[in-house]
């Protein structure tokens, strides 16, 4: 029997959603702000799974064009399960909004779960200081969330998600604003990548002042259906 090795390629998206010290009307993104090649791209990293399986080969459809960029990468299934590890208050109201805003949409249906195991989607929180960067003009940035992802390259199938939000950036921000940068994560772990700074996203990492749009539940109603 041949051995088959299912390849998960895990995928951190870096760079999500940034708040600045200095006035953002005055500030610029780093050049390779949204480069997947940059240096730091040590997010783009491989590993295998040893145990004997028959990889699924039929794939998923992407679709080419949509208004919001996407990731290449979507669930099979369009009910998708979260579970909320995060056992901060303001993290999680911002989580249930952004859960509540997306299912809106109704083309995908995402439902919460009190089994971790059984979860699609990992919603948490973590100190993301450490991703902290100096653009070398005098301010820094700070990063409010950051999502990581599994996923088969052959089929373009979802296989985990990690949506996470730092409590020490956003616990003392107003719950309209902690809800949109929940939106932007869920967003990639939906399937969607990051929207040039020019357009009317949820999806672009500085224009933290919007929920989702019109754009984005097109982008969405494309991937899904």
């Known amino acids: 029997m041949r051995r088959y090795f299912l390849l998960l390629?895990?995928?951190?998206?870096?760079?999500l959603i940034t708040q600045s010290a200095a006035d953002d009307n005055n500030s610029s993104l780093p050049t390779n702000y949204f480069n997947q090649d940059a240096e730091d791209a040590s997010s783009n990293d491989f590993s295998f799974n040893d145990s004997d399986?028959?990889?699924n080969n039929q794939k998923l459809a992407i679709p080419q064009n949509t208004p919001t960029p996407l990731e290449g990468?979507?669930?099979r299934k369009r009910t998708i399960l979260i579970y909320m590890r995060t056992t901060d208050p303001q993290l999680k109201?911002?989580?249930?909004?952004a859960v509540k805003k997306w299912n809106q949409v109704k083309v995908i249906k995402i439902k919460w779960t009190k089994n971790e195991d059984k979860a699609n989607i990992i919603a948490t929180d973590s100190d993301l200081s450490a991703h902290t960067s100096n653009n070398g003009v005098g301010y820094q940035t700070a990063q409010l969330g950051?999502?990581?992802t599994e996923y088969n390259p052959d089929t373009h199938e979802l296989q985990k998600a990690?949506?996470?939000l730092d409590p020490y950036q956003l616990d003392y921000t107003n719950p309209n604003f902690r809800s949109e940068v929940a939106?932007?994560?869920l967003g990639h772990a939906l399937g969607l990548a990051h929207a040039p700074e020019y357009e009317h996203?949820?999806?672009v990492p500085r224009n933290i002042r919007n929920g989702i749009t019109k754009q984005d539940r097109k982008s969405i109603r494309l991937l899904y259906q």
Not at 9 to 15: A, D, F
Request: proline share 3%; hydrophobic share 40%; aromatic share 6%.
């Open 9 to 15: 390629l895990t995928l951190i998206t870096v760079g």
């Open 53 to 55: 399986q028959t990889p």
């Open 73 to 75: 990468i979507r669930w």
């Open 93 to 97: 109201a911002a989580f249930r909004s």
């Open 146 to 148: 950051e999502t990581k």
């Open 162 to 164: 990690t949506s996470i």
């Open 183 to 185: 939106q932007h994560e």
């Open 201 to 203: 996203s949820v999806m």
